[in-house]
Each structure stands twice: as C-alpha cells, then as structure tokens.
C-alpha cells in the first residue's frame, strides 16, 4: 500500500553540489516521521521539494497518490508547513496573521472564526489572540504558527527543525502538541538536530548524510545494527572512545580489561550512537 507521502529517486543540484542524491522514501499516513542529518546533509532542501517549494532535477514526489507537479494547488491543500523561521507577520496581531494565513488558503470568511477558536483552544493560544507578534516569546510564536499552518486542517503537516531555539519548558510543550496532532489523524513529517526529540516522538526515522539517505527504520531497528550495549570509555585529555556488543557479558568483559585509568560506563544504545556511526562523530 503506497504511502502518504512518497518521494522516488529524487535529486537536488546546485551547480557542482549534489545536495540530494537520489531519496526515496515512504511516509505512512498517522505516522510521526523524523528526518536527521547534520548541517548541510540536504534535510531542508528535501522537505522544500516534498513541499512544492523546490522542483527535483530528477525523481518524483507524491502526496496521497498525485504527482505533486501535476496538480501541486490539490497538494498544497493538503499539506501544512512549518519552517524554521516562521512566516509571521510581526507588527500585527496573532489573530489577525491567522485570519490572513486561512484566507490565503481559500477558506470561506464566515468560518474563520470558528476554526481559529478551535485551533488556539488546540495550542493554548486563546489570551494572545490580540497581542502583537512581535511581542510574543518564541515559544509562543511557534505555537501561532503552527496553528496559521493547519488552519485549514491539513492532513500532513511538515516541521522543519520545529524546536529550534526554544527553551526546555518550551520545547516539551511543542512535543504535547505534536503527539496530539498525530493523534486527531495528522501524518506529520519533521526535522530535527535533537536526536532525542526523535527518540521520543517519531515512528520510524531516516537519517541522510552528504545528500544520500543512509539508514530508514523503526528506532529500534536502526539501533540493532549497531548493538544492544555500549561501553563508553573517557580518557584524561577527554577524548571518549564507544565500542558496542551484542550482549551485557561481552560488553562486561570489554569493560572489564580496561585498567589504563579510563572512566568506563555500560549503558544501552541509543539512537545518538547509529547517528554518529553512520554520520562521523568529528565535525
């Protein structure tokens, strides 16, 4: 059963630079979809084309089984986007970008109202209806994006690095939010640099290094293929060496015969390990 987004054999060039190089992949619809790679690795640049904001040189991308570049005004109605910096407009209100984003999406004057109560009771956002954007912390300028992007209730909703900036209080309560979103049906497609956000929230995650997608699975199924423990050893100067094992007594062992002065500690495998195993752990 073909999934609810799905990009096949897309590529990306600028010039010389091959910043996507041939992605395929297969969103499941309800499901919580983390895309990670380091700065530069080609996240942003392959959520622009699955977003109808950037065309492939090559491949093709579908969302709900059409050809996004056939009939991409179909798409855009089903899609909801939120970026890394936000599309606010800051010297109006929060109601007033709100009411300009559903126009914008052709949603008829006489329901506004009653969708913008709706989503703002969602996000919390009911006492900063009227203030102005640009006297909104940024936690709360995220919120009142997301709601300027799913006010016309989108069935897939796109969050390019979403927490980024946002304090711990702020970036928690951003997590409640998206797993209630996934919950009411929305199919949700995310960024992120904070693995551990992943961790928690996503079903299955793909990582792409230098343009190429270099691991796709569940959580679960990406850490097996490295181990189920991790011995960490850090020596004087700092430098942290990590080897894996399939089981506690080898990793026990291992940990065991290191009598040169190193802090050793055992711990399970964690999907920060498969990232750094498949992406370099040196910048």
């Not at 590529?11 to 910043?19: E, I, Q, S, Y």
């Not at 954007?133 to 799913?150: E, M």
């Not at 942290?240 to 291992?254: H, I, L, P, Q």
Request: net charge positive.
């Amino acid at each position: 059963m073909e999934g609810i987004i799905v990009a096949d054999g897309i590529v990306k060039r600028f010039g010389d630079l091959v910043a996507v190089d041939n992605v395929s992949l297969s969103i499941k619809k309800g499901e919580i979809f983390g895309f990670l790679g380091p700065n530069g690795a080609g996240k942003t640049t392959t959520i622009r084309m699955l977003t109808t904001m950037s065309r492939p040189d090559s491949g093709t991308v579908r969302i709900s089984g059409k050809d996004v570049y056939g009939d991409y005004r179909s798409a855009r109605q089903s899609i909801g986007v939120i970026q890394q910096l936000n599309s606010l407009e800051k010297d109006i209100t929060v109601r007033e970008n709100i009411k300009h984003h559903a126009l914008m999406k052709g949603i008829p004057s006489k329901e506004i109202k009653g969708r913008t109560e709706e989503m703002t009771e969602v996000m919390g956002l009911g006492d900063h209806l009227d203030k102005l954007v640009r006297n909104l912390s940024g936690g709360w300028k995220k919120r009142a994006s997301i709601v300027c992007s799913i006010i016309h209730r989108p069935r897939i909703l796109f969050m390019d690095e979403p927490t980024a900036g946002l304090d711990t209080q702020s970036r928690n309560a951003l997590w409640k939010l998206i797993r209630k979103l996934n919950a009411s049906g929305t199919t949700i497609f995310m960024t992120t640099h904070y693995i551990s956000e992943a961790e928690a929230l996503c079903d299955r995650v793909g990582i792409v290094n230098k343009g190429k997608l270099v691991a796709l699975g569940t959580k679960e199924d990406l850490k097996k293929t490295v181990g189920r423990f991790a011995v960490e050893s850090v020596d004087a100067a700092g430098d942290t060496e990590v080897r894996y094992f399939e089981n506690r007594t080898d990793a026990k062992g291992y940990s065991d015969g290191i009598d040169d002065g190193r802090s050793v500690t055992i711990r399970a495998v964690s999907l920060e390990d498969v990232f750094l195993e498949l992406t370099g752990r040196r910048i």
